[in-house]
């Protein structure tokens, strides 16, 4: 059983899927707004109900907290894991900008690079190189 991140927004998710589906290089991304729902006529609404994306052997998945409620992203990361430093430091610096660098990316004592960011639309990233065997 694989698990997956779910993503929540408060009204960016369009904005941020389409940016990380682009980052990743995804060519499947696929959105359903509120307003798509059977009886969304009474609350029509362009937030994302659901969105989600494959790339690089994983799937990221998230949508809009409906109006009103949910809380900002807090407690948890995603996790990407790329195959070459040059492509890290590419996705870590992408990443971090209009949002805030929490660890540089490079070399650590347990990965040839690692860095965290917080992106511009409240989503914390870890990126991280496996270690060489």
């Given at each position: ?40 006529e009474?609350?029509?609404?362009d ?23 949910g ?8 996790m ?17 900008k209009?949002?805030?660098e929490i660890?540089?990316?490079g ?18 990233w870890m ?7």
């Amino acid at each position: 059983m694989p698990f997956m991140p779910y993503i929540h927004f408060q009204g960016t998710c369009a904005e941020a899927m389409a940016f990380y589906a682009d980052l990743f290089g995804a060519t499947d991304l696929q959105m359903m707004r509120y307003s798509d729902a059977p009886g969304a006529e009474a609350a029509p609404s362009d937030r994302v109900m659901h969105a989600q994306f494959s790339a690089a052997g994983g799937v990221l998945m998230a949508s809009d907290f409906p109006p009103g409620s949910g809380d900002a992203q807090a407690g948890m990361s995603v996790m990407a894991t790329p195959a070459t430093f040059d492509e890290g430091k590419r996705i870590h610096d992408a990443l971090v900008k209009g949002g805030a660098e929490i660890v540089p990316f490079g070399p650590s004592f347990f990965s040839p690079g690692f860095g965290m960011v917080k992106d511009r639309f409240g989503t914390h990233w870890m990126i991280s190189l496996a270690a060489p065997a």
